[in-house]
DNA sequence: ATTATACTCTACTTAAACAATAGGAATTGT
DNA sequence: ACAATTCCTATTGTTTAAGTAGAGTATAAT
């Protein structure tokens, strides 16, 4: 159980983004530099991003990232599944006949509790509340 | 963000020493034929609730395992601690100068709250609570 | 138009962690 | 003595995370 560096470079880098939100857009290269993260690998994780519809881009020179919501209006939720994939603790969660006895296993229920528990808390923050 | 195969296969046996609580002896045999656990494996995850004095053993014939309290007084997170280590789910919350900023990172409050979240929610969950 | 800038796409490599296997030693009941 | 069962620890195999690499595409500024 743990969280991967891609969301948490990929919650810097949206910190970034909230941070410049109406203000300008935001580069791989600046978030790279400040935050010590290959340039390479953010692009692959902004990219992410991009496919999730959090956030918008122009390309080209002058071009770069800004979010495509308010801060306030994408949760950690939204971010930590664009990054890693749906969050899903244990594969019985999501699919059938995984430990060969689903319908009777006493432990599915926990992990679907735990797993709705964790993804509650993620998605009633926001952005904003974890910049301000 | 996954639950290891230990503590899924850690959970499934220690219920069967609930089950059997005061009852009998429970073998790794008898549980890794029941559950389809190689039974090796087993043998190491029943080692790590030994160490964490979560269960009794019995060595030598007619041996086995037991709880080594009642399972109302048996964590869940005592027993995914157990298996999988503490639960951390980033660096930075145990230790610190992790992400090179960690006194002004914003994102440090985020990881150590989720993860007292659930710690705290499997700390009031027990062994008794599952099998009921 | 040309150039510099910045995103896009895809493939590859490396390293670490997870999962499982293997085999013999020690202990105990019969 | 012998069978059953845990104990110990080394090794192997597999998967996933993490990072690298490089050519390609779009756009703004000049
Ligand atoms: S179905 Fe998930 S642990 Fe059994
Ligand atoms: S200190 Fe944990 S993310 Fe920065």
């Not at 560096?5 to 978030?31: C, P």
């Not at 930590?80 to 699919?95: K, M, Q, Y």
């Amino acid at each position: 159980m743990k969280v991967s560096t891609k969301a948490r470079y990929g919650f810097k880098f949206m910190i970034h983004l909230a941070l410049n939100y109406n203000i300008k857009l935001v580069q791989i290269r600046e978030v790279s530099v400040s935050e010590k993260i290959s340039s390479k690998y953010l692009e692959q994780i902004a990219m992410s991003f991009k496919i999730a519809g959090l956030v918008k881009v122009t390309r080209g020179a002058k071009g770069g990232y800004t979010l495509s919501r308010t801060p306030k209006e994408i949760t950690l939720l939204e971010i930590i599944t664009a990054a890693e994939g749906n969050l899903v603790l244990t594969d019985c969660i999501e699919s059938s006949d995984f430990c060969q006895k689903k319908d009777d296993c006493i432990m599915n229920k926990l992990w679907v509790d735990l797993n709705n528990h964790i993804t509650d808390y993620l998605g009633s923050k926001t952005l904003q509340d974890i910049i301000s």
